[in-house]
T-cell receptor, first 113, second 110 residues
Framework: NAGVTQTPKFQVLKTGQSMTLQCAQD?????MYWYRQDPGMGLRLIYY???????DKGEVPNGYNVSRLNKREFSLRLESAAPSQTSVYFC????????????FGDGTRLSIL | GENVGLHLPTLSVQEGDNSIINCAYS??????FIWYKQESGKGPQFIID?????DKRQGQRVTVLLNKTVKHLSLQIAATQPGDSAVYFC?????????FGAGTTVTVRA
């Protein structure tokens, strides 16, 4: 049982390049999330999908797009990468509803030069 | 969004001692709180949670205390071990979304 799987684990981009970060969960969870984590800061929510077919903006959505491809997969796209998007990106999921802990992947470390 | 923060960014603890990590929150409507542990190069890992209708919850070597009067949350780790070295985050839920504090880095001294 892999839980939440993120690919790739590391990536270096040049400014202006595009990139899609992949996330898949095998726990039959309904809700999925994308966060970014910057040094000395907690995780900040970029986008989330409460259920298959729906997506909503989080705290820091600018410069990103998401796709809930199916119940298992939730991808994050950077259309034109900027150095300010250098960060560690985490995907998470929960079964559904409130008052549940989110399960996290091990992150994608993204550097934009 | 509402602020969820930790009192101290770092904590150094002697192996075998108890650790106490503190967290203050500002949203009095929050009804669910979680503590996560994050080791280097890994994603946050669930430790323990507590609902607002409780003031204490115990797990294996960990206890979470919730004081709603002063909007304060703490994580106590008994008999701290080297494997407890990590960054610890508290988080509160607002419907489907979590709000995280900046984290406390715990270092265990041998």
């Amino acid at each position: 049982n892999a839980g939440v799987t993120q690919t790739p684990k590391f990536q270096v981009l040049k400014t202006g390049q595009s990139m899609t970060l992949q996330c898949a969960q095998d726990m039959n969870h309904n809700s999925m999330y994308w966060y970014r984590q910057d040094p000395g800061m907690g995780l900040r929510l970029i986008y989330y999908s409460a259920s298959e077919g729906t997506t909503d903006k989080g705290e820091v959505p600018n410069g990103y797009n998401v796709s809930r491809l199916n119940k298992r997969e939730f991808s994050l796209r950077l259309e034109s990468a900027a150095p300010s998007q250098t960060s560690v990106y985490f995907c998470a999921s929960i079964l559904g509803g409130a008052n549940q802990p989110q399960h996290f992947g091990d992150g994608t470390r993204l550097s934009i030069l | 969004g509402e602020n969820v923060g930790l009192h101290l960014p770092t904590l150094s603890v002697q192996e075998g001692d108890n650790s106490i990590i503190n967290c203050a929150y500002s949203n009095s409507a929050s009804d669910y709180f979680i503590w996560y542990k994050q080791e280097s190069g890994k994603g946050p890992q669930f430790i323990i949670d507590i609902r607002s209708n409780m003031d204490k919850r115990q797990g294996q070597r960990v206890t979470v205390l919730l004081n709603k009067t002063v909007k304060h949350l703490s994580l106590q780790i008994a008999a701290t071990q080297p494997g407890d070295s990590a960054v610890y985050f508290c988080a509160e839920t607002d419907d489907y979304k979590l709000s995280f504090g900046a984290g406390t880095t715990v270092t265990v001294r041998a």
